[in-house]
């Protein structure tokens, strides 16, 4: 059996180490939280592993398959009318293999078929396929499997999987026509400094006098590019890994994370996004049958924003250390009034999965409206901009043709 080498904090909050034998990494972290104790960090291999998973700060990296969203999401349809059905587990996924179009998801249905085979549970066979089935996934069916629901379970992975389709498409589609804009406006500008305005510069060089400042800053311009492209690009390049590498650091993607939630109209959009991610993900956990402390970290780990993360991170640890949910959530920083109040109720009427699903519901249409709001808003914004770059353009070159007619009128 593989042995791992465990790091985890105790009761007592002091960090232990030893070495541990399990079948997977997750058997791992499911004895140490049914211990009551925090995961830190699991290598595999004992101290020589080199692969590290580090619960709730280390994810796994692997990178997703192309396309495969769509894919994984039929895939959990099919799963759960297998579940529902009643057709043994093992000759159902033979049967989705063999008619999914993904080439990759095939392949992987078909080796969690064989570890099923093998002894290994439903949990631990996708464990091993990180590149389609994310832990969220991983840690809902477990829970699943432990009380008896994998239907039901399956059945929400679904519906949870299409609402976040459904926000990415939403928010793809209101960022288009903005996106198309720039891209036709950047080209543009490209071709006026590159091919037009060196033509211009031969003739305003034959000019007495200063030329007006947008003349000299257009021209400065178009003479960097022109007769110092490398180095220009050179500079891009640079600054683009500069500020890359700024923000790999967890103090500069802590402070943009924060600033993107204060943003005027894409504030409000990205928080109703992480509203409805977050309630999506406890209502799934809970309905797992998944402990609420464990359901928190899952949902704090599955959160792309290190200012959620952080808040959902710190509800953990208070009902771990025994605080209510109310008294918890009332404490975070980033969590709109209404869902507290919300929680509140649901969690003195006893009726949490109601609310839960209120507000699932109110937070997806309210996305909804902001982001019809958003491409509302970005229409006038565009326009504005092109409308000052062509302003720009045209006093830069036209200006000095005013000037000279003045003086050919005067002479």
């Not at 039901?152 to 519906?159: D, G, Q, T, Y």
């Not at 208070?318 to 109040?341: D, H, Y």
Request: with cysteine; hydrophobic share 50%; glycine share 6%.
């Amino acid at each position: 059996m593989p042995k791992f080498s465990v790091q985890y904090a105790g009761a007592d909050g002091r960090v232990h180490s030893e070495e541990m034998d399990a079948a997977t990494e997750r058997a791992i972290l499911a004895r140490l939280e049914a211990g009551g104790f925090t995961p830190i960090s699991v290598i595999s291999g004992g101290a020589a592993g080199k692969t590290k998973s580090a619960t709730g700060s280390t994810p796994r990296t692997t990178r997703r398959a192309r396309g495969s969203r769509r894919a994984v999401l039929d895939f959990t349809h099919q799963l759960a009318a297998i579940a529902e059905s009643g057709i043994p587990l093992i000759a159902g996924l033979k049967a989705v293999a063999e008619q999914t179009g993904h080439p990759e998801l095939r392949a992987a249905i078909a080796r969690i078929a064989g570890r099923i085979e093998g002894g290994r549970t439903l949990a631990d066979s996708l464990d091993a396929e990180p590149a389609f089935f994310p832990p969220i996934f991983i840690k809902t069916i477990a829970a699943g499997e432990t009380a008896g629901k994998i239907p039901e379970v399956l059945n929400s992975l679904a519906h949870y999987q299409e609402q976040e389709a459904e926000t990415r498409a939403q928010i793809r589609s209101a960022m288009t026509y903005p996106l198309l804009v720039v891209i036709a406006l950047v080209s543009a500008i490209a071709f006026m400094l590159v091919f037009v305005i060196p033509q211009f510069a031969i003739m305003f060089e034959k000019f007495q006098g200063q030329l007006p400042l947008p003349t000299r800053l257009l021209m400065a311009t178009s003479k960097a590019i022109t007769q110092h492209y490398v180095m220009v690009l050179v500079g891009i390049v640079a600054a683009w890994y500069a500020v890359k590498s700024l923000f790999a650091y967890s103090f500069a993607r802590n402070w943009l994370d924060h600033q993107v939630l204060k943003l005027p109209v894409f504030g409000n959009l990205f928080l109703g996004v992480y509203m409805v991610r977050l309630i999506e993900l406890l209502d799934l956990l809970t309905q797992a049958a998944l402990p609420i402390v464990q359901s928190l970290r899952v949902t704090a780990d599955s959160m792309t924003n290190t200012a959620i993360e952080a808040d959902v991170r710190k509800m953990g640890r208070a009902v771990e250390g025994g605080r209510s949910l109310t008294e918890a959530f009332s404490e975070a920083l980033w969590l709109t009034p209404l869902v507290k109040r919300m929680l509140a109720i649901g969690e003195q009427a006893g009726r949490t999965d109601q609310i839960f699903s209120y507000l699932k519901q109110y937070y997806a249409k309210q996305t909804h409206r902001s982001v019809k709001l958003l491409s509302t808003l970005i229409e006038p914004v565009m326009v504005t901009c092109l409308a000052a770059v062509v302003l720009f353009f045209a006093l830069a070159i036209f200006l000095p043709m005013w000037k000279l007619l003045k003086v050919i009128g005067t002479a």
